[in-house]
Nanobody, 115 residues
Framework: QVQLVESGGGLVQAGGSLRLSCAASRTIFSVREMGWYRQAPGKERELVAVITSGSSTNYADSVKGRFTITRDNAKKTMYLQMNILKPEDTAVYYC?????????WGQGTQVTVSS
């Protein structure tokens, strides 16, 4: 069973930065895409950023130009660099890895941005 463990969340002032990490417990084969999602209180979970097996990336309009998704296959880790954070970025952030047949989710990490 694969486990995804997120880290790097915390409390930061508006305008600050955080880097989230998502580490897989073992190598996952046939990955189609990896992504970060977030869920704010009272809202549905939404896509933040994805990176495909071909390294194409896609971002939610609300984070374009501020967030960057990357991965390090050797370390079995995915990252989300978040800059110029805003209070509306406050949410629990989840990582997801999809093979097309299986989806793996992390347990989530809280990001709180104070104004």
């Amino acid at each position: 069973q694969v486990q995804l463990v997120e880290s790097g969340g915390g409390l930061v002032q508006a305008g600050g930065s955080l880097r989230l990490s998502c580490a897989a417990s073992r190598t996952i084969f046939s990955v189609r895409e990896m992504g970060w999602y977030r869920q704010a209180p009272g809202k549905e979970r939404e896509l933040v950023a994805v990176i495909t097996s071909g390294s194409s990336t896609n971002y939610a309009d609300s984070v374009k130009g501020r967030f960057t998704i990357t991965r390090d296959n050797a370390k079995k880790t995915m990252y989300l660099q978040m800059n110029i954070l805003k209070p509306e970025d406050t949410a629990v952030y989840y990582c997801r890895i999809s093979t097309g047949l299986l989806d793996y989710w992390g347990q989530g990490t809280q990001v709180t941005v104070s104004s």
